[in-house]
């Protein structure tokens, strides 16, 4: 790999790791929501999903901005940025994730944006409740399509002699 590109393998590596650590935070947290029927609990949840979401952005801001060489601006850039990620750069990338995980982080990606304009006490619990259950599998999606994203960057940098 060239430097460049083995930089960004080693930060979507440490990025992802500290995501599978909000994963487990959010999840850890719904449980003690559930258990206790303490609604302080859910501001944990909602602060981890809001923290999954952005550590997922900012590896799909890494891959435009080192790979694509180019990153969405504008007022919906965080929409355009995932539809981005789903999509082919010819002779350049192949997708970095399937139009299936695009739609599933998309309501990650709403939901952070109702963290940042609400007051906790109106989230809804049952939202909350739908994106916790299916955070696991989302996340195991991710992992798996960003590991064959990884796959392809060093098969570049093979065809490269490095």
Not at 24 to 52: K, P, T
Not at 74 to 83: A, K, N, P, T, V
Not at 137 to 147: D, I, K, P, Q, S
């Amino acid at each position: 790999m060239t430097t460049e590109l083995h930089i960004l393998a080693a930060r979507i590596h440490s990025e992802m790791s500290d995501i599978a650590v909000v994963v487990d935070r959010a999840q850890v947290a719904w449980q003690r929501a559930e258990l206790g029927h303490d609604e302080l609990y859910l501001d944990s949840v909602a602060l981890n999903l809001h923290g999954f979401y952005s550590g997922v952005e900012r590896v799909f801001e890494l891959i435009a901005a080192r790979v694509d060489e180019f990153t969405p601006r504008g007022s919906d850039w965080h929409q355009e940025l995932l539809r981005q990620m789903s999509s082919e750069v010819p002779k350049i990338r192949p997708p970095v994730i399937s139009t299936e995980t695009m739609t599933q982080l998309d309501q990650y990606r709403a939901f952070r944006h109702v963290v940042r304009n609400v007051y906790t006490f109106v989230l809804d619990p049952v939202r909350i409740s739908l994106l916790v259950k299916d955070l696991t599998n989302t996340f195991g999606r991710l992992e798996e399509e960003l590991g064959q994203f990884l796959d392809f960057l060093q098969g570049c940098t093979r065809s490269m002699g490095m």
